[in-house]
């Protein structure tokens, strides 16, 4: 089976502004109106073309006879953690399920995390998402429709004010999908983010890092998780092409925004990449890079034999660090009672 999706053309959510102004222009429609569709279906995440008042009502019954679609995913369930994170399951039309989390950041605050794949094909040890396999793409409505979806899904009165690419599957492998779905969340008239509201995060996918450095504004994640190439071998398969060092000779060449920092991710996995030793090996690497660290004690799930580590070692971790003159924080777990933390996302297998 191809991970490259099929995209029906009859689905709006599937047309970015430019295919829907030559839909237009099939119907004898002026572009404008094509700019109108646009705003509804991204702007405001409506799915009833009858709701698009706007529209010439012939058109909209021509759009409905000839079969034109909205929206191709449905919101499954939610969970609610004990911390007030949300975990979204979205239904495809496939029947797959992805997972996404709006994460409680205070005051009414969230943060979105989206899925962009089914699955994942880079296999990182610690990560529940790496242990499915990769089904396929998801395309950029997919993307798209996750976000739109959790507006009613998020609490009365709740801001969801950043997006974050850090599901499942590995945003760079998806490149175009990704990118496309970006366009549409980062337009005045589609989602309306900043781009500097949109972060991608990537396992190290270097020929895509210097792409989306070139392509998109947006911020950088890096999940680097080993200070040696002999350990993130062995946790992280994607380091056998891309090395360390290809990796951050790849983060210093990265355009990033003047005053804006990347990301680098750590999961902190006991008694493998947490001694001191690791924190000053990686304190070396990212000298002199615009770089924030943030220290992820590793969430577990069954299957691997790994470990969180205690608390101290992640201070003294983290100490060594910020007196090398790194910003580092550690990242708060939230969502882990219902399996909704880094690295657990994946629907689980029903039980017997």
């Not at 030559?22 to 002026?30: D, V």
């Not at 429709?145 to 850090?166: E, T």
């Not at 092409?241 to 003047?258: D, M, N, V």
């Amino acid at each position: 089976m191809s991970i490259r999706p099929e995209v029906p053309e009859k689905s709006l959510t599937e047309m970015g502004r430019e295919r829907l102004r030559a839909l237009a222009a099939e119907y004898g429609q002026p572009r404008y109106r094509a700019d109108q569709l646009f705003k509804w279906l991204f702007g405001r995440g409506v799915r009833d073309l009858d709701a698009m008042t706007d529209l010439p009502k012939g058109w909209r019954q021509q759009l409905r006879d000839d079969g034109y679609t909205i929206g191709r995913v449905t919101l499954d369930r939610v969970r609610e953690s004990v911390d007030g994170t949300r975990k979204l399951a979205f239904r495809l039309s496939d029947r797959a399920v992805v997972e996404s989390v709006l994460i409680p950041m205070g005051d009414g605050h969230f943060t979105q995390c989206v899925s962009s794949q089914v699955g994942c094909a880079l296999a990182c040890a610690f990560c529940y998402t790496g242990t499915l396999g990769l089904s396929r793409h998801l395309t950029p409505g997919e993307i798209l429709d996750q976000v739109l979806l959790a507006r009613d899904a998020a609490p009365p009165d709740a801001q969801v004010d950043h997006i974050v690419y850090m599901g499942m599957g590995e945003p760079l492998h998806n490149f175009e999908g990704v990118v496309e779905s970006i366009r549409r969340i980062t337009d005045p008239d589609g989602v309306g983010f900043s781009p500097k509201r949109v972060t991608v995060s990537t396992a190290g996918l270097v020929p895509m890092i210097e792409k989306l450095g070139q392509t998109l504004p947006v911020n950088l994640a890096v999940s680097l998780n080993a200070t040696t190439d002999e350990v993130r071998d062995r946790i992280m398969p994607v380091n056998k092409k891309y090395g360390i060092e290809k990796l951050i000779a790849a983060l210093r060449s990265y355009p990033q925004a003047f005053r804006r920092k990347m990301t680098v991710e750590y999961v902190l996995l006991g008694g493998v990449n947490d001694s001191d030793d690791d924190a000053r090996r990686l304190a070396r690497l990212l000298r002199g890079l615009p770089v924030r660290i943030n220290l992820l004690p590793w969430n577990p799930f069954a299957g691997p034999a790994f470990a969180r580590p205690e608390d101290a070692r992640v201070r003294s971790f983290q100490d060594i660090l910020q007196r090398a003159g790194h910003t580092v924080t550690v990242r708060t777990t939230k969502g882990l009672d219902i399996d909704a933390a880094c690295g657990q996302l994946g629907e689980r297998p029903a039980a017997a």
